[in-house]
């Protein structure tokens, strides 16, 4: 192992030509789709379901990284999950809502990924790599279970007589719940992961997560949410009545042992996914900065990088704190992605990354807003609208609050009942 | 690519000078600085690590290369057993390092040799200057240029170990460029206060103040020869130090902190169990991560001369100052009155930390 800094080149070249879609195809289309609501990006999904198909896999996932084919050929380092920050980013600073609309499977299929057999994911995933994009999504939250999972309600019973597991519920806050679920012509067919009991007698040890495919009977998108930003990701409200999907669509074992490995392999997938969720936070941020500096620079006001602190203006030192913030936060979801990619552990460094990213994002954003004074609240700007984005990266994927448990019981070496 | 482990050799270097900075370092810390004085013989096992000797090429006597991320690591290591400590014994950097990387072959040959064989011995430079406004970049101290020879005016601050000092590096203003002279010690026109600096923190470490009335140095004295130097690395490597150095002040604070939290009980329960506790080392810790990246991206960037790499630099010590101060307050905070006293380190390590903000300077990597 070593200290290195030198951005592989891969990573480089989709930076590149991800920074051309974010232009042409995000940000030239991000006031529009803020403000028309559950509108449907159909450029953007399309373009990049194509693209995604012509380069591999069909979506953002990292693909598995084999062993090169010649023995002799020196073994390069992975770099699955490095390079998907760097193109999540890419994208969030294009539209990071516009980003949430990328199709391939986002989270459910994570979860896919993460915790099903190797017949499962050739069932469920092979979709993303067809003719046309498809969808997929997590149900998690419950209008009583938020950053809380073990509340869950949402129930599933076998039904032995069929074979099949029969599940009751309501989940909120299900991003690209609809496109995952009600089936679009020029869409292929999505699945949802819910998440569920199959006994409630064992708490965590008893929740599992079922594949509902597109279309399935009893299952009814209640609601699309109304949001502060991210308006043209739809957020879901789902209701599930008597849903019957086949017994093999549980990921993970059917039976409960009265422990919690099982519901603890399920957070682990937020060790793979949290880092990503900050690298999105990050590109608004770098977003926000970007225009900051550009605009202070039309109307001459220069940043004296090099200067001690006292003789700075109180516009510099914001600025220059701003850039630390936002160097040193995305050094950290590298190298939470860089520990994910050579199998490392990184509970810690994954929820670090979250933190900082959730405070970087929101700051950044609420300062240049506030440094622009009148320009930075008008909506001639996509600032204002960065800033509403921006605020999510604290609450998604486990709010700030939330990842700060999680680093302080890792450095504490506290469990969950110590440290509640 | 990226990665972000020490190698080998540089894990070795870490695991020595982490021991010594757990096992001799830390133990006395305290008792030097009520006592204003660090042992002779602990800063001379600090510098028999070898720290600076393996930056030195065998050309010039020392058995390595210099590089500032090995030089970040060693220098948060020693940090973290004691500030004062890591300073004297890095002292003699301040004169190497400055040579080594902007230094005329001439220069090279004639001093280095002579700072890293053997014992440590008395080293220093003159940066600082004793205004609100300090700025390394606009120094008040001059050098005038006549008759092949340079005239340096001028009052310093902060220069360590001054008094005892063989040969002393003096950063000056020559036509609004920062460059170094190299001044011996019976040099005529300057004159050491007797009395030592007294300040907030590092009382252990013997700091003066430095006055040149009109000091002649022959060109040859220059920092790189005739041409000069660009002091922008020089600079760059000061500022990593002092990042570094913040690192490990900060680390020592949260340790202890934490430490400290998981034994102290209040309510019936521990108080790191409590999250008004928990949550501030879990944020004092992100910090420190946030920063250590920094600083070591800025290192890399220096030691692979890219571009970015001197504004980086700025970046990690303007940002690990501030999360010195942020730590290390806290630590005192979770303490509470405990951590007040004297009785234990964190308020030594708070007034500590907040001297990374205007300390630049004092150490190099």
């Known amino acids: 192992m070593t200290i290195e800094f030198e951005s592989p080149k891969p990573i480089a070249q989709t930076q590149f030509v991800l920074k051309t879609v974010a232009e042409e195809m995000m940000r030239s289309k991000s006031r529009y789709f803020d403000e028309h609501e559950h509108e449907i990006p159909w450029d953007y999904i399309e373009f990049m379901h194509t693209a995604m198909k012509t380069t591999g896999g069909g979506s953002l996932a990292p693909k598995d990284e084999k062993a090169e084919a010649d023995p002799n050929k020196p073994k390069r380092p992975p770099i699955g999950y490095q390079l998907l920050a760097a193109q999540i980013e890419t994208l969030a600073w294009g539209d990071v809502g516009m980003y949430l609309v990328t199709p391939g499977g986002g989270l459910g299929a994570a979860a896919v990924q993460a915790a099903a057999s190797p017949e499962q994911k050739a069932k469920f995933l092979a979709r993303f790599g067809g003719e046309k994009p498809a969808f997929a999504a997590m149900c998690m939250t419950e209008a009583g279970a938020g950053s809380d999972t073990s509340a869950i309600r949402t129930r599933a019973v076998l039904d032995e007589k069929t074979n099949e597991w029969v599940i009751n519920g309501e989940k909120i806050f299900v991003t690209a719940g609809d496109k995952s679920f009600n089936s679009y012509e020029k869409l292929d067919r999505g699945f949802i992961v819910v998440w569920a009991s199959i006994d409630p007698s064992a708490g965590r040890a008893g929740m599992r997560a079922f594949v509902v495919e597109s279309g399935t009977p009893g299952v009814k998108i209640a ?198 | 690519m990226y990665s972000f482990e020490p190698n080998e050799e540089q894990q070795m270097l870490v695991d020595a000078v982490g021991k010594y900075a757990s096992t001799d370092l830390r133990p006395a810390a305290r008792e030097a600085e009520e006592s204003r004085e660090l042992p002779k013989k602990l800063v001379g096992k600090g510098w028999e690590l070898g720290v600076l000797q393996a930056s030195i090429p065998d050309a010039y006597g020392g058995f390595g290369e210099r590089s500032a991320v090995t030089g970040a690591l060693a220098a948060e290591e020693l940090a973290f057993g004691d500030l004062a400590g890591a300073f004297a014994i890095g002292a003699p950097n301040l004169f190497a390092l400055p040579i080594l990387l902007a230094g005329s072959e001439e220069q090279k040959k004639e001093y280095l040799p002579k700072v890293i064989e053997g014992e440590w011995r008395p080293y220093t430079a003159a940066l600082i200057e004793y205004s609100f406004d300090f700025d390394p970049s606009d120094l008040r101290t001059t050098a005038k240029f006549s008759n092949n020879e340079y005239c340096i005016s001028g009052e310093k601050a902060f220069v360590p170990f001054a008094k005892d000092a063989e040969a002393l590096i003096v950063y000056a203003n020559l036509d609004g460029r920062t460059q170094g002279f190299i001044v011996t010690k019976n040099a005529a026109g300057l004159t050491i206060n007797n009395e030592r600096e007294n300040l907030m923190g590092l009382n252990a470490l013997p700091l003066y103040r430095v006055k040149l009335d009109n000091v002649t140095v022959s060109a040859s004295d220059r920092l790189g020869g005739a041409s000069g130097h660009d002091f922008e690395p020089v600079l760059a490597s000061m500022r990593l130090a002092s990042a570094a150095a913040a690192l490990g002040v900060a680390r020592a604070a949260f340790e202890y902190s934490r430490d400290y939290a998981k034994e102290r009980e209040a309510f019936g329960v521990k108080i790191a169990q409590k999250q008004a506790v928990a949550f501030m080392l879990a944020e004092m810790r992100t910090e420190i991560e946030a920063m250590r990246l920094l600083t070591w991206e800025a290192a890399w960037k220096l030691d692979n001369a890219k571009g970015d790499a001197f504004s980086e630099a700025y970046l990690a010590s303007v940002g690990a100052a501030d999360m010195a101060m942020m730590v290390t307050d806290r630590a005192v905070q979770i303490l509470g009155g405990h951590g007040y006293i004297r009785e234990h380190p964190v308020e030594m390590w708070m007034r500590n930390g907040r001297g990374f903000a205007m300390l630049t300077g004092l150490a190099m990597v």
Request: no cysteine; net charge positive; aromatic share 6%.
């Open chain 1, 223 to 420: 609601k699309l949410e109304h949001k502060m930003g991210i308006r043209v990701s739809d957020t879901a409200a789902i209701s599930l009545m008597d849903v019957r999907v086949p017994f093999d669509h549980i990921l993970g074992s059917p039976t409960v042992e009265k422990t919690t490995t099982g519901f603890k392999g399920a957070m682990a997938t937020f060790d793979a996914t949290r880092p990503l969720v900050a690298a999105s936070g990050l590109g608004v941020a770098r977003a926000a900065l970007e225009f900051l500096k550009e605009k202070l620079k039309e109307n001459g006001v220069e940043i004296r990088y090099g200067l001690p602190r006292q003789k700075l203006s109180n516009i510099e030192r914001e600025v220059i704190d701003m850039d630390i913030m936002l160097k040193s936060a995305w050094l950290m979801v590298l190298k939470a992605v860089w520990m994910a990619d050579n199998k490392k552990s990184n509970a810690l460094e994954s929820s670090m990354s979250k933190v900082k990213s959730g405070d970087v994002t929101t700051k950044i954003t609420q300062k240049a807003v506030e440094i622009m004074g009148p320009l930075g609240y008008s909506r001639e700007f996509l600032l204002e609208k960065w800033f509403r984005d921006a605020k999510i990266t604290d609450i998604y994927e486990g709010t700030g609050q939330i990842n700060r448990l999680v680093v302080a019981r890792q450095i504490l070496g506290y469990s969950g009942s110590e440290l509640r």
